[in-house]
């Protein structure tokens, strides 16, 4: 198969990947604001119709890894949400907590995807460096605001099965921010930016 034909039925997978995600974690979010009535849930919705809405609107990259491993790192990082679950246990702590927890969180998501904007991928990529928003604060706020969305969701339904799901999906997820930082380093200006935003993901942590 030619490299260009490649490309074409990569991106087409990619975006029939990334619509029957959305309308499974659609299925769930609507389900479970039936049943708690916790706006968290559509925020949550509307952060993730922008995936879909940039995935379709995204520029063609300059550089992307279609390595095995890394459709795989971005597979399992794709798979967690869709695949936790809600549950009648007992939450840690009170649920105005994990509520105010994961609407920063979802703020945080959003206001990165706002940023990038066309730069929006799926895959790691170069799609065009972006400093603005949060990506002055970190090099990659949206994947922090899952992080912290993800935490909220097993602290207010602690099974064994979405601690592991979390687990998998977000391991896969840092692992996937580190391949996107391989990608782009071979770009002068992602490098001066790196050298101005050090911190992966949590200011003065990591």
Known sequence: MAPDTREVVGDIAARVLVGALFGLLSANLLTDFVHTHHATGLLLLASESLVLVFTVLRRRARRVDRSAVAAVITGMSLAGP??????????????????????????????GKLSLGRSFGIVPANRGVVVRGPYGFVRHPIYAGYLLTHFA??????????????????????????????????????????????????????
Not at 87 to 105: E, F, K, N, R
């Open 153 to 206: 969701f097993v602290v207010a339904n602690p099974t064994p099965w979405n601690v592991s799901v979390c687990l998998l999906a977000d391991t896969a997820l840092i692992v996937r921010a580190l391949m996107e930082e391989r990608v782009l380093s071979g770009d002068q200006q992602y490098r001066v930016y790196c050298g101005r935003v050090a911190w992966h993901l949590v200011p003065g942590v990591f």
């Open 82 to 111: 869709p695949l936790l679950r809600v549950t009648q246990d007992a939450a840690l702590v009170p649920d105005a907590v994990t509520a105010i927890v994961s609407v920063a969180g979802l703020f945080l998501v959003i206001a």
